[in-house]
């Protein structure tokens, strides 16, 4: 078929939680490293409050601010480059998404498998998702994992902390996943380019 779009399907792994939080996404390779961004966003389900920063080999992008000098380690300008640039200039398979500095969320980005397909159904797609995402501002993976034992111990000390962030019924192991695919879609519908008017004569 002509007019096909390259896509690539991404397995996205959170670093160091158990139980495994992971999500299959299918998107563009055309697709600019911020908008990835908001999609991992929406896919994990994180609310995009913090700094993020995208990792390949030797390289990373991310935020860059007006202030900040073209050397001496800030990122590449995430919005001036596609996951198809990292792919061809890095040779990357691997790609490593860090969100939130502070606590630190790696996520492991495996680009799984190469395709083409119509425009109309190039994505991105959130394919399937396990685990839930941890709650913002928890303190990271190690902490993550103290409140989840604390929240199965009456007896912790930090057994109320827990349910204060995870709530008294929170399931790791649950991946509201149609409310998650949905919020990709939105993003899909968002940035699909709208069909030109025709001209009228006159």
């Not at 959170?14 to 908008?35: G, N, S």
């Not at 691997?94 to 425009?119: A, C, E, Q, R």
């Amino acid at each position: 078929m002509t007019g096909e779009v390259p896509i690539v399907r991404l397995k996205i792994v959170l670093t160091d939680v158990t139980p495994k939080v992971e999500r299959w996404l299918v998107v563009p390779q055309r697709i600019r490293l911020d908008r990835l961004n908001q999609v991992i966003q929406e896919a994990m389900g994180w609310t995009n409050s913090h700094l993020w920063q995208f990792q390949a080999k030797d390289c990373e992008w991310g935020i860059r601010f007006e202030d900040e000098p073209m050397f001496g380690g800030a990122p590449l300008d995430a919005s001036k480059a596609t996951l198809r640039n990292v792919i061809e200039e890095t040779g990357a398979r691997t790609i490593h998404y860090v969100y939130d500095f502070g606590d630190n969320w790696d996520h492991t980005i495996k680009l799984d498998k190469f395709m083409s397909v119509d425009p109309l159904i190039a994505g991105p797609v959130l394919v399937e998702a396990k685990g839930a995402c941890p709650p913002e501002d928890c303190g990271g993976p190690w902490r993550y994992m103290e409140l989840l034992e604390a929240l199965k111990d009456p007896a912790h000390e930090d057994h109320e902390e827990a349910i204060e962030l995870l709530s008294e019924n929170y399931d790791p192991t649950f991946a509201p996943m149609e409310r998650l695919a949905s919020q990709v879609g939105a993003l899909a519908t968002k940035w699909t380019p709208k069909p030109r008017k025709p001209k009228i004569a006159r």
